[in-house]
């Protein structure tokens, strides 16, 4: 740089250097800034060397951190002045000061264009380098052909040509239209067969940009860039400048393999040998050395191998021999190193079946926890969360808890949560995982939140087989001296509810289990006394017969919290204790928890939310997204145009009641069974919480229970009446009987899909029984009540249907003779001891065994005449027919497949429409329909049919006024109630019945 | 509660320690470190005396070429905090004669560690008079040669003296003239709109005084205000003199004063320290004698131009004069070239304050001056955002004149040996803040 002959510019450096401190210099640059824009504003007196002087001061204010927000117009016109000096000012001030928005740059445009077009390379490469460190839209729009000649012109210096495909990429990024599709894919593979690396590297920034952008045009470039690889990998013909650290041009490496990820596979076996050859080399000729620089390099190198060969899905040799490389990284000392083994481990691990190989590791895995380095602790966390599976999960938890004790504080939380979802997820039987969670309770008390222990007792509550065991647990652990709340809670909990089964053991007796509960009393926090209560409750109801010196204990206690400040504890001693003075009555009242509907464990989200790394390929995450997709996948066997219903979001409604009395009766009995269901909102966070995530449908709206009658007892029955279906039937059957699939049934236990194929008089429909819960369904019947004019045959249902699975049941239909009448599915089941019954009807219904058919003018009107009178003809005037205009009404009968014909009457206010009815009687029969509206009054009409049958013509127009009066009506024909038996022609009295 | 400062730095302009103190162990080393990142290196410094850091307070003031830093990690009396600050500052200034800067802390490193023990205990401030304390801290900060050598003092006695009912004054004082100097010094804070209709007007003053008196005098100061001339009235039972009396608001004295008899009496009287200190300090809002008039117009011509013309106006009596005048009359920031005639004084453009800096060095009353200059701008590639316009500046210096119209009516000297004294009163008024709109 010409520096030395300004002396005004390095006085003035100087004396900004020497400034004690911000202020002296910002004084000092506020001073040059005025004298310079002073000197610009007299444009005369400014020499070309004044120009280059100041421009050169701005800048260098500039860098200082200060605004310059003047003097662009010198520096862009220095960009024109003939000589070097000049010109490089300009275009170093000027990609420094502006940016691609200013609206200087365009007049700048020209100048450039000049430069690049020119003869002289330095200009060339001046103006190149301005446009590949500002161009906008604008440069890309005009520079880009002459900026593509450059590049592929043959007479080029590499330097030149190194710019050009640098300021192209650029322009390619702000405006991916300037580089032609077609066109560019046959001069990118001539560039790649460039023997210049420096060219190619450059080159090769282009193409992979260009290929992110569209991989379909450059498939010729693959063997290309396969090649160039080759030739790295073999170190021919790479120049020692291009060598860095004894490693052939480790750049260009890593972004032709960036570019071959680009292409989803490479299908030509010789390219896909090569490339394989030459990963293979890249795998093993990589080893941890001294030199920093040199490890960087080369891993570098081996990692956008190991990610290409993830791409590539490789054969498992390959992979394995990845996994082993990265078995030997995380066996280094070298924390970085380790740190990479261990993420690349992880992400392996999305890709295929590598997870045995890795397993292999495991032990140097969990070593790796022990890491003095956080990051790489957490690594490791990660990686055993993802490879966790059925086979070790033992080993991991057991791992992951021991580890847990010496962790520090800011993991726990994360490694309780992981500890508890994997203990849950992998669990090989259920008294394992008990096991696990109240060691990890005791453990780290404090880090478990109440989410995990809400979880344990569901699955306890829902599995009968495990209640004993787990409560025995329990009662091990109250030995301790000192128990965290959190465990207090479980365990007093599960006591309550199960210790009478432990009742014979020794040193179980109720009166012994509530002493030993008693005894942590003083040392629990207000919300967990509330829990005690409902134990003491519990344990009270149990003793039978009553022990009364137990029972003055633990009323004199209820009587000792009737008065406490806590509204939530004072309810509850208030209520047990005149709950308590019932009697027998109190064994109904206090039985034990009903089971939990099923959910989806709320800790795996609460796992995604707390995920603290942000690591892209964190392993729960991707978990989760695997889990995303087996869930669409599931869903997917649902009709396809249903509202998406995935069941393990359990978004279950509460059932609306409508019937008064039966929500009394429902309430007493939520109230009974779910004693724990009457939280005050300011406790909510300990089992209102529990109920929130796992209450069963119904405990909820306890808020009215308040009233004294809420505490009088009423008969416990009818528990199916707590089950509700949580969608709208009648409307749900509306919707299929003009829709071919959906969802015909849902309570919050199962779910019924329905999907149907119809042709001519046969149809075939298949019922989906879906589980909700995670238990298993018993006594599940269904049974088809046909008809006469159907034969319908249903393929047997499996008695039971397990958890979270969902059956099948395909139903062929047979339509005999026109008939509006309705098939009903008699659907029950029996969840825990609760049964279910259902009858819905099924949408097989008239209008299902129309095609449509469009008929000309021609056509119609002999039929039409030809069906002259009753009972082929039926005529009627309707009334009280729902308003719609004609559109609507057209809609509608296109919807049922009576497909109106426009214009084939005179009259703009009637209607023509046609089909053909399939059944096995009649085969196919055209029928005709007429509407004739009155624009005056639009609840009359006189509505014609013709066919050429007289059932199906009378079924057809009855079918009409039905759907044409009483669709949103609430009350329909009694014929549709399904309660109400159809006629079966199989059951003689019935029959009979129908007769008279 | 009282300050309760955990620890107190003095850093020069680059941010390095100078010298520092730790009262508490409540507040980390490195604090300074945290000081100078996220105060010094920023854009905020100097907009907000007091941040908070992570879990500690800073409040800090520059002096100079010093900054004093207070941090505190408790929840402190900022108020307490400054005025500790303050008054610490006039003890050094006064131990060292005169100036307080750099140099002077680097010069007397061991007198400062000396004095930061006294008057802070555990975070609490303790005595700042220098008067008590020049009397047990004999150490002698390097003064410069001009300042004069105080007299050698008798064996002082401490406790007598912190004890005593008259705990700021030494008994057996004598000196063989005996005078008194009283100043008034009033700083005038202004902003007028651009019209000449006055939006903020006030006054805030303080006595001064210097007192090199002989035993244990007892003083009586009497000022033209309106509370103590009516009481004065009301006591010697004859309407108020006619003539302008002066409402001041938010007196507050000199621990000297005796309060009770100033609420009986309305009368200040006191028992003076020996030497210089401030006997009140007073504000005024209302009938505020304005020393200038500004009349400004100034025109933008279009995107490069423009006109600026700007009357001054003296008000004070034609006797007077006034020193020192400046005025900042402000230009826009991409300013270029200026041509200025001025009637008096000197004007030019300085680009680091973006102002035309108009100076008078001396401003007779009841004259007028005016300045006139072509302001020639460059174009920028910033968005034309309209000049904000900042309000003229002004600053001066008007001798024998203040801007309340207060008057000292009489000052008593009263001693048991009844020597007469030299009563020297001298009156001063100054800008504040004092800003014209434009």
């Not at chain 1, 990998?233 to 260009?252: C, F, H, K, M």
């Not at chain 2, 117009?297 to 106006?313: A, D, F, H, Q």
Request: net charge neutral.
């Amino acid at each position: 740089m010409a520096l030395s002959g300004m002396r005004g510019l390095s006085v003035f450096i100087s004396e900004i250097r020497n400034c004690q401190n911000k202020e002296q210099e910002r004084l000092r640059v506020d001073k040059e800034l005025g004298h310079i824009r002073n000197r610009f504003k007299n444009e005369k007196g400014l020499t070309v060397y004044d120009k280059k002087k100041y421009v050169w001061k701005m800048l260098y204010i500039f860098m200082l951190g200060y605004d310059v927000d003047f003097g662009h117009m010198e520096a862009v016109s220095l960009i024109s002045a003939p000589k070097y000096p000049e010109k490089q000012v300009g275009y170093l001030v000027t990609s420094c000061l502006l940016n691609e928005n200013h609206d200087f740059l365009r007049l700048a445009i020209n100048t450039v264009r000049n430069d690049i077009i020119g003869r002289n390379e330095t200009f060339q490469c001046l103006a190149l380098t301005l446009v590949g460190n500002i161009g906008g839209r604008d440069f890309a729009e005009s520079l880009a052909p002459d900026v593509q000649k450059l590049l592929i012109s043959s007479s080029c210096r590499p330097l030149v040509k190194k710019k050009a495909a640098l300021c192209l990429l650029r322009l390619f990024r702000k405006n991916p239209d300037v580089v032609n599709v077609d066109g560019w894919s046959d001069r990118m593979s001539q560039l790649l067969d460039e023997r210049n690396l420096g060219v190619l590297t450059s080159s090769m920034s282009l193409f992979v940009s260009l290929v992110s952008n569209n991989h379909e045009a450059y498939w010729s470039c693959l063997p290309k860039c396969v090649k160039v690889l080759e030739r790295l990998a073999r170190n021919q013909d790479v120049p020692q400048e291009y060598t860095y650290y004894g490693i052939p041009s480790p750049w260009l490496q890593v972004k032709t393999m960036r570019a071959l990820q680009y292409f989803p596979t490479i299908e030509d076996p010789n390219t896909r040998r090569a490339l394989f050859e030459v990963l293979q080399r890249v795998l093993m000729g990589t080893d941890v050395v001294k030199n920093v620089n040199k490890n960087n390099a080369s891993h570098a190198v081996l990692f956008e191998a190991l990610a290409l060969v993830m791409h590539l899905d490789a054969e498992k040799e390959m992979m394995s021999q990845c996994v082993a490389l990265l078995g030997k990284f995380i066996a280094v000392r070298e924390p970085n190193i380790r740190y990479l083994g261990l993420e690349n481990m992880t992400r392996m691990l999305m890709v295929t079946d590598v997870q045995e190989i890795i397993k292999r590791h495991q032990a140097q895995i969990i070593t790796s926890l022990k890491d003095p380095d956080i990051s790489i602790r957490r690594r490791a966390l990660d990686l055993l969360y993802a490879m966790c599976d059925i086979s070790n999960a033992k080993d991991i938890v057991e791992e992951l808890l021991q580890y847990l004790g010496t962790a520090e504080f800011t993991m726990r939380e994360e490694l309780a949560l992981k500890a508890a979802i994997l203990a849950e997820k992998f669990a090989p039987d259920l008294s394992w995982y008990v096991d696990v969670i109240l060691q990890l309770i005791d453990k780290a008390g404090d880090f478990v939140s109440d989410d995990i222990w809400f979880r344990v007792v569901q699955f306890v509550t829902n599995n009968e087989d495990l209640q004993p065991y787990a409560a025995l647990k329990a009662r091990e652990y109250l030995d301790k001296p000192a128990i965290h709340e959190t465990m207090m809670k479980v365990s007093a909990y599960l006591l309550g509810e199960y210790s009478h089964l432990l009742a014979r053991r020794p040193g179980c007796s109720p009166k012994e289990i509530f002493s030993i509960i008693h005894e942590k009393l003083p040392t629990v926090s207000t919300p967990t006394i509330s829990i005690l209560l409902s134990t003491y409750a519990k344990i009270l109801m149990h003793s039978q017969p009553p022990d009364p010196e137990l029972q003055n204990q633990i009323w004199a206690i209820f009587s000792k919290y009737e008065t406490s400040i806590d509204a939530e504890i004072q309810q509850r001693a208030v209520e047990y204790f005149a709950l308590s003075k019932k009697g027998a009555a109190l064994m109904d009242i206090l039985a034990e928890m009903p089971k939990f509907p099923e959910r989806e464990s709320s800790l795996i989200k609460k796992a995604e939310d707390t995920e603290a790394d942000t690591a892209e390929l964190s392993a729960i995450k991707s978990r989760a997204q695997q889990q995303a997709s087996n869930a669409l996948v599931v869903t997917d066997q649902h009709p396809a145009n249903e509202p998406p219903q995935v069941t393990q979001l359990g978004m279950v409604k509460i059932p609306s009641i409508n019937n008064l009395e039966n929500n009394h009766v429902d309430q007493e009995v939520t109230q009974t069974n779910g004693i724990m269901g009457e939280v005050e909102p300011q406790n909510g966070d300990i089992l209102g919480d529990l109920l929130a995530i796992e209450g069963p449908p119904g405990v909820s709206g306890t808020e009215t229970l308040t009233e004294e009658g809420a505490l009088a007892l009423a008969p416990v029955g009818e528990l199916e009446n707590a089950v509700k279906p949580v969608i709208d039937i009648a409307e749900r059957f509306r919707d299929l009987c003009v829709k071919d699939s959906g969802v015909l049934y849902e309570d919050p236990y199962v779910q019924i899909g329905i999907k149907a194929e119809w042709r001519g008089h046969q149809g075939r429909l298949v019922l989906f029984l879906g589980n909700k819960t995670t238990s298993s369904l018993d006594s599940v019947h269904a049974v088809i009540l046909p008809p006469s004019h159907l034969k319908l045959e249903l393929s047997s249902v499996p008695e039971i249907i397990p958890p979270r699975a969902q059956v099948q049941c395909p139903l062929e239909v047979v339509n005999l003779c026109p008939s509006r009448d309705v098939a009903v599915l008699d659907f029950s089941y029996k969840f825990g001891t609760t049964l279910v019954d259902n009858k819905l009807r099924l949408p097989a219904v008239l209008n299902k065994f129309f095609h449509p058919v469009t008929l000309s003018a021609e056509e119609f009107f002999p039929q039409w005449r030809s069906l002259a009178a009753p009972p082929l003809k039926l005529q009627e005037v309707v009334r009280g027919v729902r308003v719609m205009s004609l559109g609507e009404m057209t809609n509608l009968l296109n919807s049922l497949k009576l497909i109106v014909s426009p214009g084939l009457d005179p009259n703009a206010n009637n209607l023509v429409a046609s089909t053909t009815f399939y059944s096995e009687s009649t085969q196919s029969m055209l029928c005709l329909v007429r509407i004739e509206t009155d624009p005056a009054d639009r609840t009359q009409l006189r509505l014609t049919v013709a066919s050429g049958d007289s059932t199906l013509t009378f079924e057809l127009k009855e079918f009409i006024k039905e759907q044409l009066v009483s669709i949103p009506a609430a009350s329909r024909p009694p014929v549709l109630q399904p309660t109400i038996q159809p006629i079966s022609s199989s059951d003689p009295g019935a029959l009979l019945a129908g007769l008279l | 509660m009282p300050v309760a400062a955990s620890a107190i730095y003095f850093l020069n302009l680059r941010g390095d320690v100078l010298i520092n103190r730790l009262y508490r162990d409540d507040v980390g080393g490195n604090m300074v470190d945290a000081f100078r990142l996220h105060i010094m290196q920023t854009k905020e410094l100097g907009t907000c005396p007091v941040r908070q850091i992570g879990g500690c307070s800073f409040f800090y003031m520059r002096i100079s070429n010093v900054y004093i830093v207070i941090v505190v990690s408790s929840n402190a009396n900022v108020a307490c905090a400054f005025k500790f600050v303050v008054e610490a500052v006039n003890l050094f200034k006064s131990y060292f004669g005169g100036a307080f800067d750099e140099d002077a802390i680097r010069n007397n490193f061991v007198l400062i560690y000396e004095l930061l023990d006294e008057i802070m205990d555990f975070g609490y401030p303790q005595n700042l008079s220098p008067e008590i304390l020049k009397l047990y801290i004999t150490q002698e900060g390097v003064r410069s040669p001009f300042s004069s050598k105080p007299t050698d003092k008798p064996v002082p006695n401490a406790t007598l003296q912190v004890t005593g009912a008259v705990g700021w004054r030494r008994e057996g004082l004598s000196y063989k003239k005996n005078e008194v100097f009283l100043d008034i010094v009033e700083s005038v804070n202004l902003l007028m709109s651009s019209k000449g209709s006055v939006l903020r007007c006030d006054v805030t003053g303080k006595i001064l005084m210097k007192c090199f008196l002989s035993g244990m005098p007892d003083l009586k100061l009497g000022l033209n205000d309106k509370i103590g001339l009516e009481k004065e009235a009301e006591i010697k039972s004859r309407p108020t003199k006619s003539g302008k009396t002066i409402e001041l608001d938010d007196v507050t004295f000199h621990q000297c004063v005796n309060l009770t008899r100033f609420n009986s009496e309305k009368t200040v009287s006191f028992v003076p320290p020996d030497g210089e200190f401030e006997l009140m300090k007073y504000r005024i809002t209302e009938g505020v004698n304005l020393p200038f008039r500004v009349l400004p117009t100034i025109k933008e011509l279009g995107r490069t131009r423009m006109e600026v013309n700007v009357k001054v106006k003296s008000v004070f009596g034609a006797k007077m004069f006034a020193l020192g005048v400046v005025i900042k009359v402000p230009v826009p920031k991409q300013t270029a070239k200026t041509s200025v005639q001025v009637t008096s004084g000197r004007a030019k453009y300085n680009a680091s304050m973006d102002c035309l800096m108009w100076k008078i060095r001396k401003f007779p009353g009841q004259t007028e001056s005016t300045l006139s200059a072509e302001v020639e701008l460059i174009s920028t590639i910033a968005e034309k955002k309209s000049w904000t316009r900042p309000p003229i500046q002004m600053e001066f210096q008007v001798p024998m004149f203040t801007a309340s119209g207060l008057r000292v009516r009489f000052l008593k000297v009263w001693e048991k040996s009844g020597y007469n004294t030299v009563e020297w009163v001298r009156y001063i008024t100054k800008a504040g803040s004092y800003e014209i709109r434009c």
